[in-house]
Structure formats: structure tokens, C-alpha cells
């Protein structure tokens, strides 16, 4: 396996800055790194495109108001019902924001034609596992509900992110699955299904490919440190007793990135339990990749592909 020369670019100037005296991401406090990631993504990200509409809002949630932005594409009018995808973002319960995945949201509401409602829900280790499930959950069942005002479909609802993210979206694919509101489709980017990493990509690319193993256990430390928890489906939701009766799904995993076989083993118990699933793995890229399109061209392809899929579901709902 090849890592893509942009990705290698992108690894090699990271390493550079690290002997050049940068601190890895685990080295230092949650708020050092936050603010980190964000000076990565703003050097990483290309310029914002235009949309029709993007307006930050305030979802009622169990422990106050959770910060949203809500963002329509640019061919389209505040009038018009769209369907909607409720997007939560990567990096890892700790770091991450509406910010640093502002160009993600933005570019799939072009190219898809539908809404995007993005989650700033509350990050450990100051506010611990649950506490995302429970602002994830909120946040999509307000954008089900029928007083925000929002032009959404409301029979048409997705959700979807991005590592973190995307394990945050099948955890609420689950537990709507029995207790509603309806969701038609997932959208899931190389997501975290099971938090023992104990799978032949984490020990393959768990060095030197952007996502390491020491940063992923400073995530977990500060998410869920305690390994019995890791069983629960909510954190690991490769471990649900059942996979049926979830909304139809599209995983896309990268190739070189240690989360790719536990996302492929989650398309995969899926497609078993009889649950419509379309798998892609992006050859030569890492972990990541969707918000660094300045420099990774892949980018920029696989949100038109992830938009597509979702418009096709939104289409035949």
C-alpha cells in the first residue's frame, strides 16, 4: 500500500514541524490541541465556497444550549423544504469544531442540494462519554421536531461525520432505531465503531500516518478511559447486539488510515444484518483527508461522492 503523494506531503511537513520543536497533540493539554487542530485545519482547508445560507443557532440540549450551524447550498432559496443532513464533526470526543469543518459541510450541501445542520456538541475531557451521545441525540431530535422554523423535510433526515463523528452517527442510527425519531440514511467517514482497536490497520499505520496510536489513546484516556466501558455500543458500536433496521448507509474509509478495517467490519455487519450499505475505501490516503482539500485533491472528490450518495437515498425516500 502506497501512501497518495499529497497525503505524503502532508505527513512528511508534519513531521518536519515535530523536529522542528512542534508538540504532538498528546503532549500537551485538551485546549493546547484544540487550538492546534484549528491552525491545521485553516492551513489545510481550502477558501469556504459560497452557500445560500449559513446561520449559527442554538439547539436546546440536556445540559444547555448546544452551538449549531445551519447551512443551505447555494443554488437554493430560504423558502424552498430540503432534506437534511445533521453533521457531526471529528476529532476524537476532544477537539474539533464548527469551525475546523466548516469547508466539509459547506462543500457537501452544494454538491448535494440538501441542508446541513453541523454539531458543536460537547467535548471531554471536560464533559465526558455520554455526554456527545446525548448532545448528538438532542440536537437530531430537535431537528426532527417541527417548531425550529427550519425549511427541512422532515421525512427526510440524515446523519453523518467524520471519525469521531461518524461513530457518534451510527450510535444515534442505533438508538433512534428504537426509540425514533426516524433517520433515512447515515453517512459515515472513516468512522470509530470499536474502541479496542485491536485490528490489523491500527497495528499497521499506527505510526507515522497523521492518526498515531499514542493520540488515540490520549482521546480514548480523555473520552472513556475505563476499558469496560468500551463494550458499550454506544462508545463501540461495532458491538451492538443487532445491525438491522438501521437507515441505509454509506461508509467510506482511507486506505493507509488505522480506523479503515473497523469501519470496513461495520459496512460489513450491516450488509449482514440485512441493512442497505455502500462501501468505499480511498486508495493511498490517510486519516483525515476530507479536510485538507488546499492540498489533497481526493478531498474535494470524495464529498461530491458522499453528496451523491446521499442525494440518490434522499431521492428515493
Excluded at 231 to 258: G, I, M, Q
Aim: proline share 7%; charged share 20%.
Amino acid at each position: 500500500m502506497t501512501v497518495d503523494a499529497q497525503a505524503q506531503w502532508v505527513l512528511d511537513a508534519i513531521a518536519e514541524a515535530e523536529a522542528d520543536g512542534r508538540p504532538k497533540y498528546e503532549h500537551g493539554t485538551p485546549d493546547a490541541a484544540r487550538q492546534m487542530y484549528r491552525d491545521a485545519r485553516g492551513a489545510l482547508s481550502p477558501e469556504p465556497p459560497d452557500v445560500a445560507v449559513c446561520a449559527d443557532l442554538a439547539i436546546p440540549g440536556p445540559a444547555g444550549d448546544i452551538a449549531a450551524r445551519y447551512y443551505r447550498p447555494a443554488d437554493s432559496s430560504e423558502e424552498e423544504t430540503l432534506p437534511a443532513l445533521m453533521y457531526y464533526h471529528g476529532g476524537g470526543w476532544v477537539i474539533g469544531d464548527l469551525d475546523t469543518h466548516d469547508v466539509i459541510c459547506r462543500g457537501l450541501a452544494n454538491a448535494g442540494g440538501f441542508a446541513v445542520v453541523s454539531v458543536d456538541y460537547r467535548l471531554a475531557p471536560e464533559h465526558p462519554f455520554p455526554a456527545a451521545v446525548d448532545d448528538a441525540l438532542a440536537a437530531v431530535r430537535w431537528l426532527a421536531g417541527s417548531e425550529h422554523g427550519l425549511a427541512i423535510d422532515r421525512r427526510r433526515i440524515a446523519v453523518g461525520g467524520d471519525s469521531a463523528g461518524g461513530n457518534l452517527a451510527a450510535v444515534v442510527c442505533l438508538a433512534c432505531r428504537d426509540g425514533g425519531p426516524h433517520i433515512g440514511a447515515q453517512m459515515l467517514i472513516y468512522p470509530a465503531t470499536d474502541l479496542h482497536r485491536n485490528t490489523a490497520s491500527h497495528e499497521q499505520f499506527g505510526l507515522g500516518h497523521l492518526l498515531t496510536s499514542p493520540m488515540q489513546d490520549w482521546f480514548r484516556h480523555h473520552y472513556a478511559p475505563r476499558a469496560e466501558q468500551w463494550t458499550d455500543w454506544r462508545l463501540s458500536p461495532l458491538l451492538a447486539p443487532s445491525h438491522k433496521d438501521l437507515p441505509a448507509a454509506f461508509v467510506l474509509t482511507a486506505e493507509c488510515d488505522p480506523l479503515r478495517d473497523e469501519g470496513k467490519a461495520y459496512a460489513d455487519a450491516l450488509a449482514q444484518d440485512g441493512t442497505p450499505v455502500e462501501y468505499e475505501c480511498v486508495p493511498g490516503q490517510i486519516h483525515g483527508f476530507l479536510t485538507m482539500g488546499r492540498v489533497i485533491g481526493e478531498a474535494d472528490r470524495a464529498i461530491h461522492r458522499i453528496a451523491a450518495q446521499l442525494a440518490d437515498i434522499f431521492a428515493d425516500a
